[in-house]
């Protein structure tokens, strides 16, 4: 059985790769990729990812993740490619021993860092944000792999980057 962390990351993938209109598409491809979830657990989970849906340039509605925030104007125009992910702010990622900071564009990193404090991996103690970077304490019983694979659930694309 596939764990809640594997789930939001799927969501988060199938939205940033497809254009996603409706809570039915959404469950069946996660259906068919071995998830076993209601509809109310979807919506739940849409919630916690604070994912929401815009209306396309063909007249109906799309999924977009709160980092696409501006940019649901590019998914309605083109496909989503790994180019797209660029456009999460982030820049890369390295540990400073137990530390980790998070590199961003200029004014990216105070977004990310609210959305990692608000949605409090277990993983992360906190965070500390600046205009371009983030500095993330994890708690100390983690390892570098699994807080990575927390922030991955925000960051999509941070194995890419990361020194």
Do not use: C, W
């Not at 996603?20 to 979830?37: C, H, N, R, T, Y």
């Amino acid at each position: 059985m596939k764990n809640k962390k594997e789930r939001l990351l799927a969501i988060r993938e199938i939205i940033m790769q497809q254009k996603i209109s409706g809570q039915d598409e959404l469950l069946s491809l996660l259906v068919e990729k071995g998830f076993d979830l209601t509809q109310a657990t979807l919506s739940r989970d849409l919630k916690q990812l604070q994912i929401a849906k815009v209306a396309s340039n063909d007249g109906g509605y799309i999924y977009i993740l709160p980092e696409m925030g501006g940019v649901g104007k590019m998914v309605n125009t083109r496909p989503v490619n790994n180019s797209m992910l660029a456009n999460s702010g982030f820049v890369s990622l390295e540990f400073s021993r137990h530390l980790a900071v998070v590199r961003t564009r200029p004014g990216y990193a105070s977004s990310i860092a609210y959305d990692i404090d608000v949605n409090a991996p277990h993983e992360i103690l906190g965070t500390i944000a600046g205009d371009d970077t983030i500095l993330i304490i994890p708690r100390e019983e983690y390892s570098r792999e699994q807080v990575i694979d927390a922030l991955s659930i925000f960051i999509p694309n941070i194995r890419l980057n990361y020194k």
